[in-house]
Nanobody, 123 residues
Framework: QAQLVESGGGSVQAGGSLKLTCAASVPTFSTYAMGWFRQAPGKAREFVATISGGGSETYYEDAVKGRFTISRDSAKNTVYLQMNSLKPEDTAVYYC????????????????WGQGTQVTVSS
């Protein structure tokens, strides 16, 4: 059973940056692909970015490509989401997730979820 705890959310003006952090308690961190998802009010949860167990492969949702960067630190059992050039449409609760495979690609079905952290971008 994995436990995931997100932090780093907050409020920022459009064009600003935030870095989200997810601390993962998993038996063997490097064997788990990690991902970030988000859910805006009134909308379904959507995929944002994923990273493979070894960190060599990443996938991004088209709307965030070139603005967001996912990374992981195996020594700290932590995954990050650096978000730059934020837009009001990025406003959502962001969730960290993990799954019991090192492969990060689609389908983006994940096994464990954190509680989420709010990101609000004002225009």
């Amino acid at each position: 059973q994995a436990q995931l705890v997100e932090s780093g959310g907050g409020s920022v003006q459009a064009g600003g940056s935030l870095k989200l952090t997810c601390a993962a308690s998993v038996p063997t961190f490097s064997t788990y692909a990690m991902g970030w998802f988000r859910q805006a009010p009134g909308k379904a949860r959507e995929f944002v970015a994923t990273i493979s167990g070894g960190g060599s492969e990443t996938y991004y949702e088209d709307a965030v490509k070139g603005r967001f960067t996912i990374s992981r630190d195996s020594a700290k059992n932590t995954v990050y989401l650096q978000m730059n050039s934020l837009k009001p449409e990025d406003t959502a609760v962001y969730y960290c997730a993990s799954r019991r495979t090192s492969f990060a690609g689609p389908p983006y079905s994940y096994d464990y979820w954190g509680q989420g952290t709010q990101v609000t971008v004002s225009s």
